[in-house]
């Protein structure tokens, strides 16, 4: 069943294949690169997930996103392993939301085809430095659209930046984990199970709990305008 336009993870057609992560065969027959971390790979840029070659050309492209003005974009094959919504500070802070909204892919799932004017960046969380230093945040350096996060092992792509047919989100881009949920700014009562840390290894939490600093300031009900706001919208309100 549906709970406020997504569906319940325990009702999602592919659930089990989410839990296993099964890796598709995308022609690449290298070590998976930079899952030491850090800046010791070399020519990253013609390895997963940029620019490379897919032997037997078994990758096959089902999706696709480019940053907003179009100077970067990527390819993916087959569909996100998982999706999930992270409320960590370093989420909000960098993206300048509540939350993050992230679908992850294996990085041999993932190909770019778009580097306009090399306007490809990186930011690196951990020594807070732009270069390819994993992990890292993908941007364009013209827009400064996000694109993705690069790991060790997956790619964590923002939906958002996805373009889609008719506009609509695929069902395996919906969210089946809130986490970091103890750190939100904001209650989501939307029936996604919502982890304190990672999901699967940290404790459930309640969707809407009396705690300073977190909206909407009405927990999910209904909310009472007040007399002066009702008079400062007019009559229609």
Known sequence: MAT???????????????????????????ELPSMKGGTYEKDYMHKPP?????????FRPKYYLQCWCGHVAFEFHGDPLDAKHCHCCQCQRLHGAPFQWAVIFPKTSVRMVRNEGNAL?????????????????VSCNVCRSPI???????????????????????LDFQPTAHIFYGQRVMDVPDGVPKWSGHKGESKLMQ???????????????PYTYTKGEKEAQGPDT
């Open 207 to 221: 969707e809407i709990e009396e705690k300073e600093g977190t909206l909407p300031k009405y927990k999910g009900k």
């Open 50 to 58: 940029y620019e490379w070659k897919s032997e037997g050309e078994l």
């Open 148 to 170: 993705f996060d690069e790991g060790r092992n997956t790619v964590l792509a923002y939906p958002s930046s996805f373009r889609f047919k008719d506009n609509r989100i695929p």
């Open 4 to 30: 406020n336009g997504h569906v319940k993870p325990q009702n999602h057609p592919r659930r089990k294949a989410h839990e296993t992560h099964e890796i598709p065969d995308t022609g690449w027959r290298g």
């Open 121 to 137: 960046h990186f930011f690196s969380t951990e020594d807070q430095t732009a270069e390819h230093s994993v992990p890292c945040k």
